[in-house]
């Protein structure tokens, strides 16, 4: 989400966290930041996966039989109540492996606490440096710190990887600026379930990080990539909101690229952002937005960073 709501070895290598370690360093993560008050839930999805909302972002969740395995750690301040509700699972006591699809603070928020207590931590290689240097964050005007060493991702990839956890094939894999610059998906390819952090939003509007390198050319590629990746089965998890279809990445594409066009042909003409919203960029689309001028403006930026490439007379 935006920031103001901010193998080299097998499972059975791995060392377990146990579930004491990881409740007091949750609990002293947790004392650092807001109180969260949600009560999460928890959606079966597939035999042994479920989904946990309500730590602002969902985070999915494989019970192994050897532990767990989660993609992606929830909010800051909601680490807690993260951790109640995989007790309420099968192998909740253990989480083995993290897999960060970015690192969007509410992608990583329970990363200190599960890394403390000995989880393994996965990411792309790019994410790894965000969640690893302090960096500049345009919308606050401030420089964010780097998150403390324990959260750090500790095995990364930059294009696929492949692991095999409780018989579960996992695959995952970069989706090139579809939202931030090392965004990746996950797929459990035995449940058919897919999920997609950021880098789809069938219910929020769609965020395009461009100071983290996300833009809508990189998105849209991506959303077909996911789109062939899936079936018309496969359980699509989005970072918000509920279990999709891949026809939502569909849409999703399809009412982007409307956008995209217009764009393009747009900055052609020498449109600045409000421009374009004054030419209607975002009227008539076939899903409406909270904050149109907000997208328009982050997708304006990311635009720049690749106008030499978006047609043969823009220069
Ligand atoms: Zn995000």
């Not at 996966?49 to 602002?56: L, N, Q, R």
């Not at 019970?63 to 007790?87: H, I, K, M, Q, W």
């Not at 996992?170 to 989706?175: D, M, P, S």
């Not at 991506?222 to 279990?243: E, M």
């Amino acid at each position: 989400m935006d920031r103001r709501t901010v193998l080299q070895g097998t499972l059975g290598g791995l060392v377990g966290a146990s579930l004491a370690p990881l409740a007091r360093a949750a609990a002293s993560a947790a004392s650092a930041t807001s109180a969260a008050s949600d009560t999460p839930g928890i959606t079966h999805v597939a035999d042994k996966i479920a989904v946990v909302s309500g730590v602002k972002d969902n985070v999915l969740v494989l019970s192994t039989g050897e532990g767990l395995l989660l993609v992606d750690s929830g909010s800051p301040g909601y680490t807690d109540a993260l951790l109640g509700a995989l007790r309420r699972l099968p192998d909740g006591a253990r989480v083995r492996t993290l897999i960060n699809t970015h690192w969007h603070p509410d992608q990583t928020g329970g990363n200190e606490a599960l890394g403390k207590a000995g989880a393994l931590i996965i990411a792309q290689h790019k994410t790894r440096d965000w969640i690893a240097t302090d960096h500049y964050n345009p919308e606050e005007d401030r420089y964010d710190k780097a998150l403390p060493k324990a959260a750090w991702p500790t095995q990364t990839f930059y294009s696929t990887g492949a692991m095999t956890a409780g018989g579960e094939h996992i695959e995952y894999g970069h989706l090139l600026a579809a939202h931030t610059e090392g965004d990746c998906y996950v797929y459990l390819r035995d449940s058919n379930v897919l999920a997609v952090g950021h880098a789809a939003s069938p219910v929020r509007d769609p965020q395009l990080d461009w100071f983290a390198g996300g833009w809508l050319g990189g998105r849209l590629d991506s959303l077909t990539l996911l789109y062939k990746l899936a079936n018309d089965q496969t359980k699509v998890v989005p970072a918000f909101g509920p279990v999709v279809s891949r026809s939502a990445l569909k849409a999703e594409h399809d009412v982007l690229q409307v956008i995209y066009t217009r764009m393009v042909n747009y900055l052609r003409e020498g449109y600045s952002a409000q421009d374009m919203l004054d030419a209607g960029v975002m009227k008539g689309l076939s899903r409406t937005w909270a904050d149109p001028k907000k997208f328009v403006y982050d997708a304006f930026k990311g635009l720049w960073g690749y106008q030499d490439t978006l047609a043969p007379n823009i220069v």
